[in-house]
């Protein structure tokens, strides 16, 4: 079955039933008299700011945790592999930074809906997140091209970027813990009343 065997086919199978799921909702709210909000565009953006995040911190912890542990003995040959067009890791930095991308596009867009009303926690989170997309896009992604022969690099200016590359990419890391706590206790429990 292709919803199986293709990607694309199985994140398009999650979204019909997150459709049929929400209409099926709909009708059984109805039919019981009871009544709902329509799902607002609010609503839409969230998950769409969820969705994005999940991508980006989700890479960015494979990345930190599986990645980069593992390409440690590897040769040279192994690593021109790897980081060759429609590798591995190509594909993996192509995910990375667009979700980081959207994850902000959407999260700014809540903020602007919040505007004054955002509560301390949530700007916590939010200034995290935007300290890390600054870091995806302006320190870890040009480093990352130089790193994987995008960029020509010498040999010297590939080991400095990789380093560079992985400290914004772990400082990400250590800023994602209290961005995900603070973003998650303003809708749950504020921190900073």
């Given at each position: 079955m292709k919803i199986f065997q293709d990607h694309r086919w199985s994140i398009a199978t999650g979204f019909i039933?997150?459709?049929?799921l929400v209409f099926v909702g709909v009708q059984s709210t109805l039919a019981h008299g009871g009544h709902y909000e329509p799902i607002s565009v609010d609503l839409l953006v969230r998950w769409a700011h969820i969705i994005a995040g999940i991508t980006w911190i989700g890479l960015l912890y494979y990345f930190n945790l599986v990645q980069?542990?593992?390409m440690a003995?590897?040769?040279a040959e192994t690593k021109a592999d790897i980081f060759k067009e429609g590798s591995i890791v190509r594909r993996a930095l192509f995910w990375?930074?667009?979700g980081a991308m959207f994850t902000l596009i959407f999260g700014l867009i809540l903020m602007a809906k919040?505007?004054?009303?955002a509560s301390t926690d949530i700007k916590i989170g939010a200034a995290f997140g935007i300290i890390m997309w600054a870091n995806v896009l302006?320190?870890?992604w040009p480093a990352q091209?130089?790193?994987?022969?995008?960029?020509?690099a010498t040999a010297e200016a590939k080991l400095a970027a990789g380093k560079r590359a992985l400290i914004a990419s772990r400082t990400n890391t250590?800023?994602?813990i209290p961005m995900l706590f603070f973003m998650a206790s303003s809708a749950h429990f504020n921190i900073f009343n």
């Amino acid at each position: 079955m292709k919803i199986f065997q293709d990607h694309r086919w199985s994140i398009a199978t999650g979204f019909i039933l997150t459709l049929v799921l929400v209409f099926v909702g709909v009708q059984s709210t109805l039919a019981h008299g009871g009544h709902y909000e329509p799902i607002s565009v609010d609503l839409l953006v969230r998950w769409a700011h969820i969705i994005a995040g999940i991508t980006w911190i989700g890479l960015l912890y494979y990345f930190n945790l599986v990645q980069v542990p593992s390409m440690a003995g590897l040769t040279a040959e192994t690593k021109a592999d790897i980081f060759k067009e429609g590798s591995i890791v190509r594909r993996a930095l192509f995910w990375f930074r667009w979700g980081a991308m959207f994850t902000l596009i959407f999260g700014l867009i809540l903020m602007a809906k919040l505007g004054a009303h955002a509560s301390t926690d949530i700007k916590i989170g939010a200034a995290f997140g935007i300290i890390m997309w600054a870091n995806v896009l302006f320190v870890i992604w040009p480093a990352q091209k130089k790193v994987i022969g995008m960029v020509e690099a010498t040999a010297e200016a590939k080991l400095a970027a990789g380093k560079r590359a992985l400290i914004a990419s772990r400082t990400n890391t250590i800023l994602s813990i209290p961005m995900l706590f603070f973003m998650a206790s303003s809708a749950h429990f504020n921190i900073f009343n």
